[in-house]
């Protein structure tokens, strides 16, 4: 093999390996984006459960809104990215199939909040996101 070619092949490798750790670097961001988002939906739904308040209008959206994020959470922890990771615990990586019954849990009980007709329903769905995020991050994320 001459140099050049040499050359092209170590240029080609460094860039792929750089492009596929930025990959992963920007799934972390993206994990990190998508949780802020949820809690600045969750946030409103807090209150209005606290206040023992219903607002149909801001339950549907607030709750519609951390459904679709949930969602998105769906591929943003691919093989690897766990290396870039401090805030999560491996788990999700070994019990792949636990974590994504987690979340599909969150998706159903956020969409229970979108669809919630009244206060009780809401807040019986809202205890059963609360419970079920708390249940995933004990388990799946290492928080600090």
Request: net charge negative; glycine share 6%; hydrophobic share 40%.
């Amino acid at each position: 093999m001459n140099c050049r070619r040499a050359g092209a092949i170590a240029i080609a490798l460094t860039m792929s390996v750089a492009v596929a750790g930025s990959g992963l670097a920007s799934a972390h961001n993206e994990r990190e984006a998508v949780m802020k988002h949820i809690k600045r939906a969750w946030r409103p739904l807090l209150a209005m459960s606290k206040a023992d308040s219903f607002d149909p209008a801001e339950a549907s959206e607030r709750g519609q809104e951390i459904a679709d994020q949930l969602q998105r959470f769906k591929d943003l922890f691919p093989a690897g990215s766990e290396q870039e990771d401090d805030q999560t615990k491996p788990t999700i990586w070994t019990d792949r199939a636990g974590f994504e019954a987690a979340r599909n849990e969150a998706v159903t009980a956020a969409l229970a909040i979108a669809q919630a007709g009244d206060g009780a329903t809401f807040q019986t769905a809202y205890k059963s996101l609360s419970a079920t995020c708390t249940a995933c991050h004990d388990k799946y994320a290492d928080l600090k």
